[in-house]
T-cell receptor, first 118, second 111 residues
Framework: DAGVIQSPRHEVTEMGQEVTLRCKPI?????LFWYRQTMMRGLELLIYFNNNVPIDDSGMPEDRFSAKMPNASFSTLKIQPSEPRDSAVYFC????????????????FGDGTRLSIL | DAKTTQPNSMESNEEEPVHLPCNHSTISGTDYIHWYRQLPSQGPEYVIHGLTSNVNNRMASLAIAEDRKSSTLILHRATLRDAAVYYCILIVQGNTGKLIFGQGTTLQVKP
């Protein structure tokens, strides 16, 4: 079975450019999460969706970051304009939420996008 | 969310059992205990989870103390591929899906 697919795997761009990261969740999963990992802050949740609707975006660092999920099989995380401090590995994860609680549902992660802003 | 405490690092020899401890003294009665691991240059990988009873799956076993204030992830025979950072995470009942990752335990496996 295909896992969570992220693209690109690596992105190097100059400060000020727009960056778009893409994620395809596991088929049948209805929840999608975007995380960021840096040496200083570790892994932190940015935003998550349930049934394509953003539920909690409290982790999004600032207005330069936006995320969309136009359908159940695709999500994007966009940074505009990008800054060097946005350099990190960005992970997408998906899960199946059957109602009631997330507390016993595992999340499945992609291999991440390594973003470098020069 | 309740806090967990793990050792920063541990070492093991290949083909020997490994016991990775996690303290969670402020756990509440409905918090689930989850373990994830992250191999180098990969995304986190779900390992196992439990509530009160010990749990086994193909990857590992989870032993939960009777008072639930601590738990232990058991790898029965460590392989070189098990070298990773292991995260113990508590998830509150009714949680919104947020995984809060601490620093985890870096496991080194020696041949």
């Amino acid at each position: 079975d295909a896992g969570v697919i992220q693209s690109p795997r690596h992105e190097v761009t100059e400060m000020g450019q727009e960056v778009t990261l893409r994620c395809k969740p596991i088929s049948g999963h209805n929840s999608l999460f975007w995380y960021r990992q840096t040496m200083m802050r570790g892994l932190e949740l940015l935003i998550y969706f349930n049934n394509n609707v953003p539920i909690d975006d409290s982790g999004m660092p600032e207005d330069r970051f936006s995320a969309k999920m136009p359908n159940a099989s695709f999500s994007t995380l966009k940074i505009q304009p990008s800054e060097p401090r946005d350099s990190a590995v960005y992970f997408c994860a998906s899960s199946f939420f059957a109602g009631g609680t997330y507390s016993n549902q595992p999340q499945h992660f992609g291999d991440g996008t390594r973003l470098s802003i020069l | 969310d309740a806090k967990t405490t793990q050792p920063n690092s541990m070492e093991s020899n290949e083909e020997e059992p490994v016991h990775l401890p996690c303290n969670h003294s402020t756990i509440s009665g409905t918090d689930y205990i989850h373990w994830y691991r992250q191999l180098p240059s990969q995304g986190p990988e779900y390992v196992i989870h439990g509530l009160t009873s010990n749990v086994n799956n193909r990857m590992a076993s989870l032993a939960i103390a009777e008072d639930r204030k601590s738990s232990t992830l058991i790898l029965h025979r460590a392989t070189l591929r098990d070298a990773a950072v292991y995260y113990c995470i508590l998830i509150v009942q009714g949680n919104t899906g947020k995984l809060i990752f601490g620093q985890g335990t870096t496991l080194q496996v020696k041949p």
